[in-house]
Protein backbone atom coordinates (compact mmCIF):
# COMPACT_ATOMS: atom_id res chain seq x y z
CA UNK A 1 0.00 0.00 0.00
CA UNK A 2 1.51 2.93 -0.97
CA UNK A 3 1.02 6.26 0.63
CA UNK A 4 -0.66 9.32 -1.47
CA UNK A 5 1.01 12.94 -0.65
CA UNK A 6 -0.82 14.62 -3.73
CA UNK A 7 -1.74 18.46 -2.97
CA UNK A 8 -5.09 18.98 -3.62
CA UNK A 9 -4.63 21.82 -5.90
CA UNK A 10 -1.60 22.84 -4.57
CA UNK A 11 -0.42 25.91 -1.84
CA UNK A 12 -0.56 28.06 -4.51
CA UNK A 13 -3.75 27.86 -5.29
CA UNK A 14 -4.72 28.43 -1.72
CA UNK A 15 -5.39 24.85 -1.05
CA UNK A 16 -3.95 22.99 2.20
CA UNK A 17 -2.58 19.74 2.19
CA UNK A 18 -4.80 16.63 2.27
CA UNK A 19 -3.41 13.18 1.58
CA UNK A 20 -4.94 9.76 1.83
CA UNK A 21 -3.42 6.55 3.04
CA UNK A 22 -5.06 3.90 1.29
CA UNK A 23 -5.51 1.57 -1.46
CA UNK A 24 -7.40 2.49 -4.85
CA UNK A 25 -9.99 -0.12 -3.88
CA UNK A 26 -10.37 0.56 -0.09
CA UNK A 27 -13.21 3.84 -1.00
CA UNK A 28 -16.28 3.45 -4.05
CA UNK A 29 -16.14 6.08 -6.51
CA UNK A 30 -19.01 7.83 -7.81
CA UNK A 31 -19.25 10.13 -10.78
CA UNK A 32 -18.97 14.31 -9.66
CA UNK A 33 -22.87 15.67 -10.66
CA UNK A 34 -21.39 17.22 -13.60
CA UNK A 35 -18.93 16.17 -15.65
CA UNK A 36 -15.51 17.33 -14.07
CA UNK A 37 -11.79 16.99 -15.84
CA UNK A 38 -9.69 14.43 -14.06
CA UNK A 39 -6.69 17.50 -13.27
CA UNK A 40 -9.11 18.92 -10.85
CA UNK A 41 -8.48 18.12 -7.12
CA UNK A 42 -10.83 18.52 -3.59
CA UNK A 43 -11.03 17.47 -0.44
CA UNK A 44 -13.09 17.70 2.42
CA UNK A 45 -12.15 16.70 6.00
CA UNK A 46 -14.92 14.10 8.20
CA UNK A 47 -14.86 13.28 11.81
CA UNK A 48 -17.32 10.40 12.43
CA UNK A 49 -19.40 10.20 16.12
CA UNK A 50 -16.19 7.84 17.27
CA UNK A 51 -13.88 10.82 16.11
CA UNK A 52 -12.45 8.43 13.55
CA UNK A 53 -11.08 11.02 10.55
CA UNK A 54 -11.64 10.11 7.11
CA UNK A 55 -12.01 12.75 4.05
CA UNK A 56 -13.79 13.39 0.60
CA UNK A 57 -11.68 13.46 -2.18
CA UNK A 58 -12.85 14.72 -5.80
CA UNK A 59 -10.13 13.60 -8.17
CA UNK A 60 -9.98 11.93 -11.93
CA UNK A 61 -14.08 13.12 -12.15
CA UNK A 62 -14.90 10.83 -9.02
CA UNK A 63 -15.86 11.36 -5.94
CA UNK A 64 -14.93 9.03 -3.16
CA UNK A 65 -15.23 8.87 1.06
CA UNK A 66 -11.91 7.24 2.72
CA UNK A 67 -12.35 6.13 6.44
CA UNK A 68 -10.89 3.01 6.74
CA UNK A 69 -7.99 3.05 9.21
CA UNK A 70 -7.13 6.13 7.30
CA UNK A 71 -5.85 7.97 10.54
CA UNK A 72 -5.68 7.88 14.25
CA UNK A 73 -9.07 9.02 15.98
CA UNK A 74 -9.22 12.72 16.32
CA UNK A 75 -7.82 13.57 20.07
CA UNK A 76 -10.56 15.92 21.08
CA UNK A 77 -14.30 16.48 20.22
CA UNK A 78 -13.47 18.80 17.13
CA UNK A 79 -15.98 21.38 16.08
CA UNK A 80 -13.34 22.62 13.20
CA UNK A 81 -10.47 20.66 11.73
CA UNK A 82 -8.07 21.24 8.98
CA UNK A 83 -4.60 19.88 7.77
CA UNK A 84 -2.17 22.38 7.53
CA UNK A 85 0.19 20.42 5.82
CA UNK A 86 2.44 16.68 6.05
CA UNK A 87 5.12 14.76 4.16
CA UNK A 88 5.97 11.12 3.82
CA UNK A 89 7.12 8.54 1.42
CA UNK A 90 6.20 5.00 0.75
CA UNK A 91 7.23 3.94 4.30
CA UNK A 92 5.76 6.73 6.57
CA UNK A 93 3.40 9.81 6.87
CA UNK A 94 3.48 12.94 9.28
CA UNK A 95 0.44 15.40 9.06
CA UNK A 96 0.11 18.56 10.93
CA UNK A 97 -3.98 20.04 12.16
CA UNK A 98 -5.04 22.80 13.65
CA UNK A 99 -8.96 22.30 15.01
CA UNK A 100 -11.72 23.77 17.66
CA UNK A 101 -12.75 21.80 20.07
CA UNK A 102 -16.72 21.54 21.52
CA UNK A 103 -15.43 23.41 25.10
CA UNK A 104 -13.85 26.46 22.36
CA UNK A 105 -10.49 25.55 22.43
CA UNK A 106 -7.89 26.41 19.73
CA UNK A 107 -5.56 23.32 19.24
CA UNK A 108 -2.63 22.12 17.03
CA UNK A 109 -1.27 18.21 16.55
CA UNK A 110 0.11 15.82 14.55
CA UNK A 111 -0.45 12.26 13.33
CA UNK A 112 2.12 9.54 12.32
CA UNK A 113 1.50 6.62 10.24
CA UNK A 114 4.16 3.99 9.63
CA UNK A 115 4.29 1.25 7.05
CA UNK A 116 4.27 -2.08 9.06
CA UNK A 117 5.97 -5.23 8.21
CA UNK A 118 2.69 -7.21 7.60
CA UNK A 119 1.37 -4.25 4.76
CA UNK A 120 -0.51 -2.68 6.94
CA UNK A 121 -0.26 0.81 8.94
CA UNK A 122 -0.07 2.03 11.85
CA UNK A 123 -1.32 5.37 12.97
CA UNK A 124 -0.28 7.49 15.91
CA UNK A 125 -0.26 10.90 17.55
CA UNK A 126 2.80 12.29 17.29
CA UNK A 127 3.53 14.13 20.40
CA UNK A 128 1.75 16.65 22.24
CA UNK A 129 -1.59 18.28 21.57
CA UNK A 130 -1.27 22.36 21.90
CA UNK A 131 -4.15 23.91 23.41
CA UNK A 132 -4.50 27.76 22.96
CA UNK A 133 -6.79 30.03 24.64
CA UNK A 134 -10.68 30.08 25.40
CA UNK A 135 -13.77 31.11 23.25
CA UNK A 136 -13.15 29.24 20.45
CA UNK A 137 -16.94 28.90 19.78
CA UNK A 138 -18.13 30.23 16.09
CA UNK A 139 -21.10 29.89 13.09
CA UNK A 140 -18.12 28.80 10.59
CA UNK A 141 -14.54 29.06 10.44
CA UNK A 142 -11.77 28.20 8.41
CA UNK A 143 -8.04 28.34 6.97
CA UNK A 144 -7.12 30.05 4.02
CA UNK A 145 -3.84 31.18 2.16
CA UNK A 146 -3.62 34.25 0.41
CA UNK A 147 -0.68 33.72 -1.98
CA UNK A 148 -0.27 32.73 -5.53
CA UNK A 149 2.45 31.42 -7.81
CA UNK A 150 3.82 34.09 -8.01
CA UNK A 151 3.07 36.40 -4.77
CA UNK A 152 4.06 34.76 -1.49
CA UNK A 153 1.33 35.37 1.31
CA UNK A 154 0.03 34.36 4.59
CA UNK A 155 -1.94 31.89 6.14
CA UNK A 156 -4.66 32.84 8.18
CA UNK A 157 -8.04 31.72 10.02
CA UNK A 158 -11.10 32.82 9.16
CA UNK A 159 -14.00 32.66 12.19
CA UNK A 160 -17.42 33.96 11.93
CA UNK A 161 -19.52 34.31 15.02
CA UNK A 162 -23.20 34.09 16.03
CA UNK A 163 -23.62 37.65 15.80
CA UNK A 164 -22.06 37.72 11.97
CA UNK A 165 -18.60 39.17 12.56
CA UNK A 166 -15.73 37.88 11.10
CA UNK A 167 -12.79 37.99 12.33
CA UNK A 168 -9.07 36.93 10.96
CA UNK A 169 -6.19 35.83 12.62
CA UNK A 170 -2.21 34.95 11.31
CA UNK A 171 -1.40 31.31 12.07
CA UNK A 172 1.60 29.61 12.07
CA UNK A 173 2.01 26.02 12.11
CA UNK A 174 5.48 25.05 12.90
CA UNK A 175 5.48 27.87 15.99
CA UNK A 176 1.74 26.55 16.81
CA UNK A 177 0.91 30.08 17.39
CA UNK A 178 -2.75 32.58 16.36
CA UNK A 179 -1.71 36.06 16.07
CA UNK A 180 -2.76 39.25 14.99
CA UNK A 181 -6.82 39.52 15.01
CA UNK A 182 -8.34 41.90 12.80
CA UNK A 183 -12.28 42.23 13.00
CA UNK A 184 -12.96 42.38 9.20
CA UNK A 185 -16.61 43.32 9.35
CA UNK A 186 -19.63 42.57 11.25
CA UNK A 187 -23.23 42.44 9.89
CA UNK A 188 -22.67 39.33 8.08
CA UNK A 189 -25.54 37.20 10.15
CA UNK A 190 -26.90 36.34 7.27
CA UNK A 191 -24.03 33.92 6.01
CA UNK A 192 -24.56 30.18 6.93
CA UNK A 193 -20.90 29.22 6.23
CA UNK A 194 -17.52 30.13 4.90
CA UNK A 195 -14.67 28.36 3.23
CA UNK A 196 -11.79 29.09 1.52
CA UNK A 197 -11.02 29.67 -2.57
CA UNK A 198 -8.07 30.03 -4.57
CA UNK A 199 -6.47 33.84 -3.64
CA UNK A 200 -5.22 35.84 -6.28
CA UNK A 201 -3.37 39.07 -6.56
CA UNK A 202 -4.28 42.59 -7.63
CA UNK A 203 -1.87 45.13 -8.12
CA UNK A 204 0.58 42.73 -7.40
CA UNK A 205 -0.93 42.44 -3.81
CA UNK A 206 -2.09 39.09 -2.09
CA UNK A 207 -5.71 38.89 -1.40
CA UNK A 208 -7.39 35.67 0.61
CA UNK A 209 -10.66 34.68 -1.34
CA UNK A 210 -13.67 32.86 0.64
CA UNK A 211 -16.93 31.33 -0.25
CA UNK A 212 -19.96 31.93 1.88
CA UNK A 213 -23.28 30.63 1.05
CA UNK A 214 -26.57 32.69 2.32
CA UNK A 215 -29.41 31.83 4.67
CA UNK A 216 -31.53 33.73 1.24
CA UNK A 217 -29.34 31.15 -1.22
CA UNK A 218 -27.27 33.39 -2.25
CA UNK A 219 -23.79 31.73 -3.54
CA UNK A 220 -20.88 34.70 -2.36
CA UNK A 221 -17.28 35.51 -2.31
CA UNK A 222 -15.42 37.47 -0.53
CA UNK A 223 -11.92 39.11 -1.09
CA UNK A 224 -10.01 40.54 1.66
CA UNK A 225 -6.76 41.54 1.02
CA UNK A 226 -3.42 40.58 3.48
CA UNK A 227 -2.92 44.42 4.14
CA UNK A 228 -6.02 46.34 4.65
CA UNK A 229 -8.77 43.75 5.56
CA UNK A 230 -11.27 45.80 6.42
CA UNK A 231 -11.06 47.13 2.85
CA UNK A 232 -12.53 43.69 1.55
CA UNK A 233 -15.00 44.04 -1.35
CA UNK A 234 -17.58 40.80 -2.64
CA UNK A 235 -19.18 39.72 -5.48
CA UNK A 236 -22.28 37.04 -6.00
CA UNK A 237 -21.31 34.14 -7.87
CA UNK A 238 -25.14 32.79 -8.23
CA UNK A 239 -28.29 34.59 -7.24
CA UNK A 240 -30.63 34.42 -4.02
CA UNK A 241 -33.68 33.28 -5.90
CA UNK A 242 -34.09 29.17 -6.44
CA UNK A 243 -30.48 28.06 -6.08
CA UNK A 244 -30.48 26.83 -2.34
CA UNK A 245 -26.95 27.28 -1.35
CA UNK A 246 -28.32 28.45 2.33
CA UNK A 247 -28.51 24.30 2.92
CA UNK A 248 -24.28 24.32 2.81
CA UNK A 249 -22.77 23.66 6.07
CA UNK A 250 -19.56 23.32 4.72
CA UNK A 251 -17.55 25.00 1.02
CA UNK A 252 -14.64 24.88 -0.65
CA UNK A 253 -13.22 25.75 -4.24
CA UNK A 254 -10.04 25.24 -5.77
CA UNK A 255 -8.65 25.24 -9.12
CA UNK A 256 -8.65 22.90 -11.69
CA UNK A 257 -4.08 22.26 -12.96
CA UNK A 258 -5.54 23.38 -16.51
CA UNK A 259 -8.82 24.91 -16.91
CA UNK A 260 -12.43 25.84 -14.51
CA UNK A 261 -12.60 25.41 -10.71
CA UNK A 262 -14.67 23.06 -8.88
CA UNK A 263 -16.82 23.80 -5.68
CA UNK A 264 -16.90 20.84 -3.76
CA UNK A 265 -19.53 21.16 -0.66
CA UNK A 266 -21.39 19.21 2.24
CA UNK A 267 -25.37 19.99 2.76
CA UNK A 268 -27.94 19.45 5.64
CA UNK A 269 -29.19 16.40 4.05
CA UNK A 270 -25.89 14.43 4.96
CA UNK A 271 -25.25 14.71 1.19
CA UNK A 272 -21.78 15.47 -0.37
CA UNK A 273 -22.54 18.16 -2.95
CA UNK A 274 -19.50 18.94 -6.24
CA UNK A 275 -19.93 21.76 -8.98
CA UNK A 276 -17.62 22.77 -12.14
CA UNK A 277 -17.15 25.85 -13.66
CA UNK A 278 -14.85 25.17 -16.94
CA UNK A 279 -14.31 29.47 -17.02
CA UNK A 280 -13.73 29.41 -13.42
CA UNK A 281 -16.56 31.34 -10.84
CA UNK A 282 -17.60 34.94 -11.70
CA UNK A 283 -20.20 37.43 -11.01
CA UNK A 284 -23.52 36.40 -11.40
CA UNK A 285 -22.36 32.94 -12.96
CA UNK A 286 -23.66 31.24 -16.09
CA UNK A 287 -21.75 27.97 -16.24
CA UNK A 288 -21.51 26.52 -12.50
CA UNK A 289 -22.77 23.25 -12.89
CA UNK A 290 -23.23 20.35 -10.25
CA UNK A 291 -25.37 19.78 -7.29
CA UNK A 292 -25.92 16.63 -4.90
CA UNK A 293 -23.74 13.50 -5.27
CA UNK A 294 -25.08 10.00 -5.97
CA UNK A 295 -22.48 9.42 -3.03
CA UNK A 296 -24.81 7.91 -0.24
CA UNK A 297 -25.85 10.22 2.53
CA UNK A 298 -22.78 10.11 5.57
CA UNK A 299 -24.10 8.38 9.01
CA UNK A 300 -25.65 10.47 11.00
CA UNK A 301 -23.53 12.89 13.23
CA UNK A 302 -20.58 12.99 11.13
CA UNK A 303 -19.11 16.55 10.86
CA UNK A 304 -18.01 17.58 8.07
CA UNK A 305 -15.26 20.18 7.56
CA UNK A 306 -14.01 22.55 4.33
Known sequence: MKLTTKLLGGLAACALALSGSAPASAATSYPTPTPTPTDCYGALLTMEPNRNLGAVFLSEGKLRW???????????????????????????????????SSDGKAKFYNQRQDLQADGTWKHSIDGPVTTIGNGWFQKSITTAYSGTADVRG???????????????????S????????????????????????PSVAINGKPVAVLMATLSTGELRQYLIPDATPTQWSSKTIRPAAGNGWQNFTAITARNCDSKGQIVLGYIKQRLVAAYYDPTGLTANDKDLGGGASSMPAMPEGTRVFG
Open 174 to 197: SARTITGTVKVFDGGASITSIGSA
Open 66 to 100: EHSSWSSPVPFDATYLTQLGGLGDDTFGKFSYFGT
Open 154 to 172: QQFIFRLTSGGELYRYTID
